[in-house]
Every structure is written in structure tokens, then in C-alpha cells.
């Protein structure tokens, strides 16, 4: 039976080799809910990258350009990491660039999985579907807070984990809290992912439209993949 493990904060992640591994990068809020929408509203492949730099290099070559640092847009970029953006404004056929606190730094330190993948609430039944079919195993890789763990990524490897079921061995201790701490909450995401650091962050910053919006659970059907250093539907 192929295994599940679940890594709480890419600090952690040199003790799970993600080689010959498909591995799930999370950061629900909000890094990984706006790439599963921003694909899903018709943005054509996101690359992720960790640096401002690196960002502005690819909007100098016309590629539409994503910054966000400690929950804001950076200035002179196109767009900050609201998922929103991409359902009020009409991007179909653009690359996107992208660069955020936590969730583009984890993935960029997962690039030697056989698979790289982007889970969120917003494609949680269509990616736990996929992940049954491949009958390989699985390391979630949460993107946290600047190191720290993240209670509301923490929720959704356990979702994740919950929905795979009797398909995969528990491989590690942090899976199991991720299955009990997501069962603690009843179903009800909102009242949980309250109680994180990083809602009181956002909602301090006047972004809780945002919240409600990535915890839409099975909004979309898409799944991106990291394919060349960009992200595409599966
Ligand atoms: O850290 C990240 O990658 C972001 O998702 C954080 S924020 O939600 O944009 O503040």
C-alpha cells in the first residue's frame, strides 16, 4: 500500500526525501487557492518563483506578474495573491509569474518530486480522486508561515488525508494530527480556520472576502501540475 506523509512546514522537509514521491504543495491561504483558480478562470500556466527579482525579469517579457510579501501586492507588480483577481478581471491566455511569502518558496523546495502537484479546498474531491488512481506515495507539504506551521494548511492535509482513506498507510505522526485536528472541526472550516494566525493577519488587513472564497470546497475540477518549471492543468 502506498504511503501518506504529511511535511507541516518546509522547514521539516529535509526529513522527507520528496524523490520518487508525488508531492502535494499546500497554502491555502492563500498561494495555492489563487494558482487552482487562476488556472480554472483561464490564466494558461503559472510560473512560480521565489524572488521579486525573478518575477519582475518575467513581467519585463510580458508575462503577466503576481507579487505578494507579508499578505500585500508589491508595488509595481500586476497583482497581488488575491484569488478574487482572477474572477473580476478576464486573463484568459496569459502566463502568469509568480512570487509569495510561503507557497512559492515550498514548492521551489519540493521540485524533486516524480510529481508536483497544488492542493486546496477549492479542488480537494478531484485531486484525493486522482491521487487514488496513481497508487503511489504521497508527501503533503504544507507552506506554513515563514517557517512556522500553519493551522488552516495543517486542516487541509488532514481534509486530504480523511478523503484518501483506507488507500494509503499513515506514514508519519504529523499525518495522523493532520486527521484528528481536521476531525475536530465538524465540517466547519470558517469557524475553525478563525481561530489561525494567518486569518487574524488577513483580516487585519481587510482580506476576508478572501477567506470565505478559499474555503468554497470543490468550487473547481482542476488540478495543477508542475510541468518545466510551470504550472499546468493536469
Ligand atoms: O505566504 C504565501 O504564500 C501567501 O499565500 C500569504 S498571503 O495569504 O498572501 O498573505
Given at each position: 500500500m502506498p504511503s501518506l506523509e504529511v511535511?507541516?512546514?518546509?522547514?521539516?522537509?529535509?526529513?522527507?526525501?520528496?524523490?520518487?514521491k508525488i508531492v502535494v504543495v499546500t497554502d491555502i491561504l492563500r498561494a495555492t487557492s489563487c494558482m487552482v483558480t487562476a488556472l480554472s478562470e483561464g490564466i494558461e500556466s503559472i510560473t512560480p518563483v521565489s524572488t521579486t527579482t525573478e518575477c519582475r525579469e518575467l513581467q519585463k517579457l510580458g508575462y503577466l506578474a503576481a507579487a505578494e510579501r507579508n499578505g500585500e501586492q508589491v508595488e509595481?507588480?500586476?497583482?497581488?495573491?488575491?484569488?478574487l483577481s482572477y474572477l473580476e478581471n478576464n486573463f484568459t491566455g496569459r502566463k502568469l509569474a509568480m512570487t509569495t511569502t510561503n507557497g512559492t518558496l515550498a514548492i521551489n523546495k519540493s521540485k524533486n518530486a516524480s510529481e508536483l502537484l497544488i492542493g486546496a479546498f477549492l479542488n480537494l474531491s478531484v485531486l484525493s480522486d486522482y491521487l487514488k488512481a496513481c497508487h503511489h506515495d504521497l508527501l503533503i507539504v504544507c507552506a506554513g508561515w515563514k517557517g512556522m506551521v500553519s493551522y488552516e494548511d495543517t486542516l487541509f492535509a488532514g481534509a486530504l488525508a480523511t478523503k484518501l482513506?483506507?488507500?494509503?498507510?499513515?506514514?508519519c505522526d504529523s499525518a495522523m494530527l493532520s486527521i484528528e485536528q481536521y476531525a475536530n472541526t465538524n465540517d466547519d472550516l470558517l469557524s475553525a480556520i478563525k481561530k489561525s494566525s494567518h486569518y487574524k493577519r488577513l483580516h487585519n488587513l481587510k482580506i476576508s472576502k478572501d477567506i470565505e472564497f478559499c474555503i468554497d470546497v470543490d468550487r473547481y475540477a482542476l488540478i495543477p501540475r508542475l510541468d518545466h518549471n510551470q504550472l499546468v492543468s493536469l
Amino acid at each position: 500500500m502506498p504511503s501518506l506523509e504529511v511535511c507541516l512546514t518546509p522547514e521539516l522537509i529535509h526529513l522527507y526525501p520528496a524523490d520518487g514521491k508525488i508531492v502535494v504543495v499546500t497554502d491555502i491561504l492563500r498561494a495555492t487557492s489563487c494558482m487552482v483558480t487562476a488556472l480554472s478562470e483561464g490564466i494558461e500556466s503559472i510560473t512560480p518563483v521565489s524572488t521579486t527579482t525573478e518575477c519582475r525579469e518575467l513581467q519585463k517579457l510580458g508575462y503577466l506578474a503576481a507579487a505578494e510579501r507579508n499578505g500585500e501586492q508589491v508595488e509595481g507588480f500586476d497583482l497581488g495573491n488575491s484569488p478574487l483577481s482572477y474572477l473580476e478581471n478576464n486573463f484568459t491566455g496569459r502566463k502568469l509569474a509568480m512570487t509569495t511569502t510561503n507557497g512559492t518558496l515550498a514548492i521551489n523546495k519540493s521540485k524533486n518530486a516524480s510529481e508536483l502537484l497544488i492542493g486546496a479546498f477549492l479542488n480537494l474531491s478531484v485531486l484525493s480522486d486522482y491521487l487514488k488512481a496513481c497508487h503511489h506515495d504521497l508527501l503533503i507539504v504544507c507552506a506554513g508561515w515563514k517557517g512556522m506551521v500553519s493551522y488552516e494548511d495543517t486542516l487541509f492535509a488532514g481534509a486530504l488525508a480523511t478523503k484518501l482513506g483506507n488507500s494509503f498507510e499513515i506514514g508519519c505522526d504529523s499525518a495522523m494530527l493532520s486527521i484528528e485536528q481536521y476531525a475536530n472541526t465538524n465540517d466547519d472550516l470558517l469557524s475553525a480556520i478563525k481561530k489561525s494566525s494567518h486569518y487574524k493577519r488577513l483580516h487585519n488587513l481587510k482580506i476576508s472576502k478572501d477567506i470565505e472564497f478559499c474555503i468554497d470546497v470543490d468550487r473547481y475540477a482542476l488540478i495543477p501540475r508542475l510541468d518545466h518549471n510551470q504550472l499546468v492543468s493536469l
